[in-house]
Structures are given as structure tokens and as C-alpha cells.
């Protein structure tokens, strides 16, 4: 059986991650996937491995420790970096891994090439990374066998250290979302009007500018924020207004039953990504539901579904569109945004990926 030794960038979760999605659809592969260090002081890296896919066995690495030692003494670095790497590899060995394949979903994965016994090398670039050293990733993508760029301006700067880089865009749980005839949620049933929704986490930088400019031109509208607030700073300015309306993170389950039930789905930007062309999961999740969809942009940003998305380049813009969204007939522009839904389906993205594994012979 083939064999992955994973190196997540964030923990198993109900809400799956790309890294996820694509460690359960390994062809034929049985993965052993590791989370990040726990937190100090958590014993979970104590624990059995868990068995959250019929393919997938779970581990948490071993604590870092305290940060400040952790930044500050060189020995106590090493000794948590040999103490991670024997973790590593006595779990290996347990579940009789011999040369797997090794894919790492962040720079971290660096750190262990040379202490590990591996028959390929995979580094899956789904973000640009700015909390790791430089080198890391360097020396990564330089070892890679493959590199999975997840835009086209990451795979433009990955590719000057290794020429076998791949564009491999974010997905979505395409059938999950492609259904009609869902119900209306008991929440939303008292809602009178045109119901608009946000969907994400509403991050500190998150830029509500047009939420605000909707609720207050278009008072008989309701505008629901659906998501974990981490911070958002004009959150509270937006909650004083009667017809906007913060639900909280929903079970990932209920989406799209809320997703079905908007009159438009609404795709904002935040500050720090202003220089990124990263297509978020979110917009795959809107597409395959096939709802209208108003999208900020930024003034040079390229439209990646000028055919099926209604974007604004300003609030006031943002505002007529939402009307005209609101205004749309016939089935054609729902049935093109499912086209792309499919297209980004997690089965299709996992589907290219063992192709390619096995195109180079790292997967037989």
C-alpha cells in the first residue's frame, strides 16, 4: 500500500482544511498525519494516534515548550527539535512506514529532510508564509519533487528555486453545497426582504465598508455575518444598525441551508491581503451553491468569474450591484457558477494530484 507521511500547517478539524481534504482522498495511500506542536503544557501529543478516515491516522507532535525558550536558547531548540524528530519517527515505525512519501503543508517541514527516510518530497504552498525563516521554505521547495502553488503569483515566485511547480487552487465540498430545495433555516423565517450574507472568519482588518453602506441605503435589506469573530474592528459599528446580524460560526453541516436561502452571497476583502490573488474556499462554497455573488475588488485585481460574479470596485458600486444581483432571472448564471463549483471540487483537486504523483513515479 502507498504510504504519505503528512505534515500538517494546522490541527484535524470538523471544519476541514485543503490539507485535509486531500489526505482522505490519497488514492490507494495510507496517511499518517501529523498536527502541530501542542500547545505547552497539553498532553495530547501523549496520546494514541486517531482514526479519522479509514485512511488517516492522527498525531499530535510533541510540545515546543515555553515560547520564550524556545526563541531564546539555542540548546533548548535542539533538544525539541531531536525530541519532535524521534516522535516522529518511533511512530513510523510503529505503523511499519518504510520510505514514504513526505508532504509538508508548511515551511516547519523543513526541519526534518535530513532525519527522515523519505521515496519523494511534496511541499503544497497554500499561503505566503511570513512566520518562518526565509530559508525554510528555500531549502523546501528546493528539495521538492513536486510543488503545489495555490495561486498563480505564488507559483511565479516558487518557481525560480524548483521548475516543477503546479498550480493547484483551493476547493470546495462541491456536493455539498450543488442542491436545491434546502430549507429555509428557523432563524432566517421571520426575515422580511432581500437577505444578503457574509460568510468567514471577520478578522480584525476585514473591511466592512460596504456592509455598512448596504444596511444603512437599503434598510429594508438584512445582512447576516456568519462566522467567528476574531476581533473584527468594525463589528461594532455594523451590529448598531437593526437589519445587520451576527450568527456566529455555524456547524459546517447547516451552511448550506443558509447559504440557499440568501438572495446574494457577499465576498469582502481584507487590508492584509492586498497584494494576494488567492482565491479563498469561501467563493468555491458560492459558486457551487450557485447563488448571485457581489464581490469587492481591488482597484488593478484581475476578475477571476467576470461572467457569474457582480464586481464592485467601491461601496457605493458594491450597492447598485446588490440590487441588480437581487434582480437576476433565468438559470444560466447559476448554472455557470456550478460549472466552476465542479471544476474545484475537493475529488477533482485530489484527482489531479495522485495523477501527477503517479505521472512521476512517486505514487505506483
Given at each position: 500500500m502507498r504510504q504519505v507521511l503528512c505534515l500538517a500547517e494546522q490541527p484535524w478539524s470538523q471544519t476541514p482544511s485543503r490539507t485535509q481534504q486531500?489526505?482522505?482522498?490519497?488514492?490507494?495511500?495510507?496517511?499518517?498525519?501529523?498536527?502541530?506542536?501542542?500547545?505547552?503544557?497539553?498532553?495530547?501529543?501523549k496520546e494514541k494516534g486517531r482514526q479519522v478516515r479509514p485512511n488517516v491516522i492522527v498525531?499530535?507532535?510533541?510540545?515546543?515548550?515555553?515560547?520564550?525558550?524556545?526563541?531564546?536558547?539555542?540548546?533548548?531548540?535542539?533538544?525539541?527539535?531531536r525530541r519532535t524528530l524521534r516522535f516522529i519517527q518511533e511512530r513510523l515505525s510503529r505503523h511499519h512506514f518504510r520510505e514514504p512519501l513526505l508532504w509538508c503543508a508548511s515551511p516547519a517541514g523543513a526541519q526534518f529532510l535530513e532525519g527522515l527516510a523519505y521515496r519523494g518530497l511534496v511541499y503544497d504552498c497554500a499561503r505566503l508564509?511570513?512566520?518562518?525563516?526565509?530559508?525554510?521554505?528555500?531549502?523546501?521547495?528546493?528539495?521538492?519533487?513536486?510543488?503545489?502553488?495555490?495561486?498563480?503569483?505564488?507559483?511565479?515566485?516558487?518557481?525560480?528555486?524548483?521548475?516543477?511547480?503546479?498550480?493547484?487552487p483551493q476547493g470546495c465540498n462541491y456536493p455539498m453545497f450543488a442542491k436545491d430545495d434546502l430549507p429555509r433555516p428557523r432563524a432566517l423565517r421571520g426575515l422580511q426582504g432581500p437577505v444578503f450574507g457574509f460568510v468567514g472568519t471577520l478578522w480584525p482588518d476585514l473591511d466592512l465598508e460596504p456592509v455598512l453602506r448596504l444596511a444603512r441605503e437599503r434598510r429594508d435589506c438584512h445582512i447576516l455575518l456568519i462566522g467567528r469573530d476574531a476581533g473584527c474592528w468594525e463589528l461594532p459599528e455594523a451590529l448598531e444598525l437593526p437589519n445587520v446580524?451576527?450568527?456566529?460560526?455555524?456547524?459546517p453541516v447547516d451552511l448550506p441551508d443558509y447559504l440557499h436561502s440568501l438572495d446574494a452571497c457577499l465576498y469582502?476583502?481584507?487590508?492584509?491581503?492586498?497584494?494576494?490573488?488567492?482565491?479563498?474556499?469561501?467563493?468555491?462554497?458560492?459558486?457551487?451553491?450557485?447563488?448571485p455573488i457581489v464581490a469587492m475588488l481591488r482597484p488593478d485585481q484581475v476578475e477571476h468569474f467576470p461572467d457569474v460574479v457582480y464586481g464592485?470596485?467601491?461601496?457605493?458600486?458594491?450597492?447598485?450591484?446588490?440590487?441588480?444581483?437581487?434582480?437576476?432571472?433565468?438559470?444560466?448564471?447559476?448554472d455557470r457558477r456550478r460549472e466552476y463549483g465542479k471544476v474545484a471540487a475537493w475529488s477533482s483537486r485530489a484527482e489531479q494530484v495522485n495523477r501527477i504523483l503517479e505521472s512521476i513515479g512517486l505514487f505506483r
Open positions: 486531500l489526505m482522505s482522498r490519497m488514492e490507494g495511500a495510507q496517511v499518517l498525519f501529523f498536527e502541530p506542536p501542542a500547545p505547552h503544557g497539553s498532553r495530547l501529543w498525531y499530535t507532535l510533541p510540545s515546543e515548550g515555553p515560547e520564550f525558550l524556545v526563541n531564546s536558547a539555542a540548546f533548548f531548540s535542539r533538544y525539541s527539535h508564509w511570513s512566520g518562518y525563516p526565509p530559508r525554510w521554505e528555500e531549502e523546501l521547495t528546493t528539495a521538492a519533487d513536486v510543488v503545489f502553488a495555490v495561486s498563480p503569483d505564488l507559483a511565479r515566485r516558487l518557481i525560480g528555486r524548483n521548475p516543477n511547480v503546479t498550480l493547484l446580524h451576527h450568527l456566529g460560526q455555524l456547524d469582502l476583502l481584507r487590508d492584509s491581503e492586498a497584494n494576494s490573488d488567492i482565491i479563498h474556499a469561501r467563493l468555491f462554497e458560492y459558486l457551487s451553491a450557485g447563488r464592485a470596485h467601491t461601496p457605493a458600486e458594491f450597492v447598485q450591484l446588490c440590487d441588480r444581483a437581487t434582480g437576476e432571472v433565468g438559470t444560466w448564471a447559476r
